[in-house]
């Protein structure tokens, strides 16, 4: 009985450990200056209101991540989350229009950026999923979006036609 708790007690310690390592994600309350040290300059920096930043950690054009740090009044960490993911895609659509900055706020810097007709642009984030897809944004030349979908990845359907 002793020696099955160990294990066990082994087991979960060590679980927690990868899981910790692969996810380096700084605690609440962690300062910032530690969260700059640790995981360097950010791709970007958005004001947050009341008071308070977010840093933006994106992985793009290719990589599959966009890690937001949320920095409170006192700098210190309130939150951090991995944005890119269908979840945060379907809350945002939900919410309705959103300006060029608030989507940057809410989402990061996209992988990819191309012209629309009429002077609007879309906006194409890759994420983490076992199918080979990438979420898109509209906006139209006011800089609203305009709607967001999901759809094939071309560096994907790219690699799928040269196996061909």
């Given at each position: 009985?002793k020696?099955?708790?160990?294990?066990v007690?082994?087991?979960?310690s060590?679980?927690?450990f990868?899981?910790?390592?692969?996810?380096?994600?700084?605690p609440?309350?962690?300062?910032?200056?530690?969260?700059?040290?640790?995981?360097?300059?950010p791709?970007?920096?958005?004001?947050l209101?009341?008071a308070g930043?977010?840093?933006e950690?994106?992985?793009?054009?290719f990589?599959?991540?966009?890690?937001?740090?949320d920095?409170?009044?006192?700098?210190?960490?309130?939150?951090?989350?991995?944005?890119?993911?269908?979840?945060?895609?379907?809350?945002?659509q939900?919410?309705?229009p959103?300006?060029?900055?608030g989507l940057?706020?809410?989402?990061?810097?996209?992988?990819?950026?191309?012209?629309a007709r009429?002077g609007g642009?879309?906006?194409?984030?890759r994420?983490?999923?076992?199918?080979?897809?990438?979420?898109?944004?509209?906006?139209?030349?006011?800089?609203?979006?305009?709607?967001?979908?999901?759809?094939?990845?071309p560096?994907?359907?790219?690699?799928?036609?040269?196996?061909?």
């Amino acid at each position: 009985m002793k020696s099955s708790i160990g294990f066990v007690s082994l087991v979960l310690s060590t679980s927690w450990f990868l899981a910790a390592c692969a996810t380096p994600v700084p605690p609440v309350r962690t300062a910032v200056a530690d969260v700059l040290k640790a995981w360097g300059q950010p791709t970007a920096t958005y004001a947050l209101q009341p008071a308070g930043q977010r840093l933006e950690y994106a992985t793009g054009p290719f990589g599959r991540t966009t890690w937001m740090i949320d920095i409170d009044a006192d700098g210190r960490v309130s939150q951090a989350r991995q944005v890119l993911n269908e979840a945060e895609f379907m809350a945002m659509q939900q919410q309705g229009p959103l300006t060029r900055d608030g989507l940057l706020r809410r989402i990061g810097t996209p992988g990819e950026r191309r012209g629309a007709r009429f002077g609007g642009e879309t906006w194409s984030w890759r994420y983490p999923t076992n199918d080979c897809l990438w979420f898109q944004v509209s906006l139209d030349a006011a800089g609203m979006t305009q709607g967001g979908a999901f759809g094939i990845d071309p560096v994907c359907d790219a690699r799928d036609q040269a196996r061909d």
